[in-house]
């Protein structure tokens, strides 16, 4: 924190601005990184959470975090069995057979592997039971042990008390960071603090876990192009989550997708496809698309795995995420500008001319080898290097689209490099109709003002004769309400009594010692200094809360030249 607040600031608690060079931002992230592993799970996550909001930190501290894993040893099974006893009963009785070594690891919870009596589990509602077959053969064709194979997620033992302890410490020092922070900024760091204390509650909740991947699992239930494991409720609970096991090639093994001969394009085609339909139309999502949570089965579904960052849009959101999208897929700026001023991420006090600049350099940066290939990453890169200085916020309920907005396009440029995101996006849009949508409510929007226009036309000749008739008369008046939003009046009105009592204290200060009243001169001129500092303060300009753009066509220039080099 005061390595941070040095880099604002020339004299930590005052003083101008302070312009850090790039490898400085870089060497604070480095050090940042390690004390985070070193604080453990709750601080691990928070820099997760941190690598996705540029509003906060610079690109430098962007890039380094971005690499943050879960880099934390697993639990001793003894510490796990006794958490998932607690929840479930005694393993032997519940499970066919159980993996004590865990398959994956994380901060809050490690995952493994077991079997159970699929007749006497009681699975989630959303199409009747699992993908996979349930007793038999294994998922990978060859014979197996009798059961259906599932996933067993524990949550950490003892880990909810060191969580809170640490949430304390975070809220503890929100103050201390905000003190040396702008208003904008200190907007963002407050929504943080209260998105990581619910979202790391939710995660830390299995049952809510559950709810959401039942919920998103039903809104893909007609669809083959999607796996997403049932759940064994039976098995569940608050800290213990049974999923089905679906076995498949991590999605960014191309090599193994290659051999199995996978259309590599098709399945990034679809990936996009899903988390367009998850955040436009069915309001709920997961969150958190890393290639870790994310397969491919031999016939080329999309297994989706971990849906414990997972989130809600709500519909004023999704309309405007859809307007945005229109407007990119258009290369309307002025759309795209007005998209994100109504939701919230763009500050209205913006210079609209500078931004306009940016968002087009942006599209030019993005576009390929034709007009109409252009990737959103090269957009959403410019905004995230610019948004540190530009008067760019990220409202809570947008933080997790944008994370998932930039890593789906990672993970779709990684199964294929020409891989043209904003072409996928429009094809949605039209095949969904809302581009077509969006154009009958112009149409609507003009037809209208058409009419209106046309009513005021007829009603405005017998106005104006009516007005001329009243000047022939000498019966019209002209009634004039002067605002003063500014207080200018008020300012003018101080600043001249300031200056006829200046005038009044220096002529009686002169004739004061001229007349050999020294003492009395003396108070003159005290009260003179009084004086002329209250008329210099009313000359200053309030320190202002709009936050202006520190960035130019020229600003952005040098930054991707930097970049280059």
């Known amino acids: 924190m005061l390595a941070y607040a040095r880099d604002r600031r020339r004299f930590l608690l005052f003083g101008s601005r302070r312009q850090v060079d790039p490898e400085t931002h870089r060497e604070r992230a480095e050090v940042l990184l390690e004390s985070l592993l070193t604080l453990g799970p709750t601080f691990i996550k928070l820099g997760q959470l941190l690598s996705t909001r540029p509003d906060i930190l610079p690109p430098e501290y962007i890039d380094v975090l971005s690499a943050l894993q879960d880099e934390v040893p697993p639990a001793e099974w003894r510490e796990a069995k006794r958490v998932l006893e607690d929840e479930l009963g005694p393993v032997d009785e519940r499970f066919l057979e159980f993996d004590t070594e865990p398959i994956s690891g994380a901060s809050l ?54 969580v809170e302890a640490d949430l304390r410490v975070i809220r503890w020092s929100l103050p201390i960071v905000m ?23 939710e995660e830390m909740n299995y049952e809510r876990e559950a709810e959401m991947l039942t919920e998103i699992r039903s809104n893909f239930a007609d669809d083959d192009r999607f796996c997403i494991p049932a759940v064994a409720e039976s098995h569940s609970g608050p800290r213990v989550l049974t999923m089905e096991y679906i076995r498949g090639t991590k999605i960014n093994d191309l090599e193994e997708l290659e051999r199995k001969g996978i259309d590599r394009t098709r399945v990034a085609e679809n990936l996009e496809r899903a988390y367009l339909q998850m955040i436009m139309d069915d309001g709920v999502f997961h969150a958190d698309p890393h290639p870790g949570n994310l397969a491919v089965t031999d016939d080329g579904r999309i297994v989706f795995y971990d849906f414990g960052m997972s989130g809600r849009v709500d519909p004023f959101i999704q309309e405007k995420i859809i307007e945005f999208y229109i407007a990119v897929a258009n290369r309307d700026i002025d759309g795209i500008l007005d998209a994100l001023i109504e939701m919230g991420t763009l500050s209205p006090d913006a210079d609209r001319a500078v931004m306009a600049e940016v968002m087009e350099l942006a599209i030019q940066d993005a576009r390929g080898e034709t007009l109409d290939q ?43 490099q020409d891989f043209d995101f904003i072409s996928t996006a429009t094809d949605y849009l039209t095949e969904e109709g809302y581009r077509e949508e969006s154009i009958r409510r112009y149409v609507r929007e003009s037809a209208e003002q058409i ?25 019209l008046y002209v009634r004039i309400g002067v605002e003063d939003s500014d207080d200018v009046f008020a300012k003018f009105a101080k600043r001249l009594i300031y200056g006829m009592l200046l005038t009044m204290s220096l002529f009686s200060m002169g004739v004061l010692y001229a007349l050999g009243a020294p003492e009395a001169s003396v108070v003159a001129a005290v009260f003179s200094v ?3 500092v209250q008329l210099y303060r009313s000359f200053r300009k309030p320190k202002s809360t709009r936050v202006r753009p520190q960035f130019t066509r020229q600003n952005l220039r040098q930054r991707r030249q930097q970049r280059e080099e």
Do not use: H, M
């Not at 209106?452 to 106005?463: F, I, N, W």
């Open 109 to 162: 919870g490690q995952v493994y592997r077991a079997r159970i009596d699929p007749d006497a589990a009681d699975w989630d509602g959303s199409d009747g039971g699992p993908t996979a077959v349930p007793t038999g053969p294994d998922t990978t064709g060859g014979e197996g042990p009798p059961g259906q194979e599932v996933a067993v997620k524990i949550r950490r033992p003892d880990i909810e008390p060191l």
């Open 374 to 416: 252009y990737r959103v990453r090269g957009i959403v890169g410019q905004i995230e290097d610019s948004i540190y200085e530009f008067p760019f916020r990220l409202p809570k309920n947008l933080a997790l689209v944008l994370r998932v907005a930039t890593v789906v396009e990672g993970v779709c440029v990684t199964l294929d």
């Open 451 to 475: 009419r209106q226009s046309g009513e005021s036309l007829t009603r405005l000749p017998p106005k104006a004769e009516g007005a001329l008739d009243r000047l022939d008369r000498d019966d």
């Open 530 to 532: 009084v004086v002329i």
């Open 179 to 201: 003190f040396f922070v702008d208003e904008s900024r200190s907007f963002s760091l407050e929504n943080l603090a209260d998105e990581f204390s619910r979202t790391i509650r």
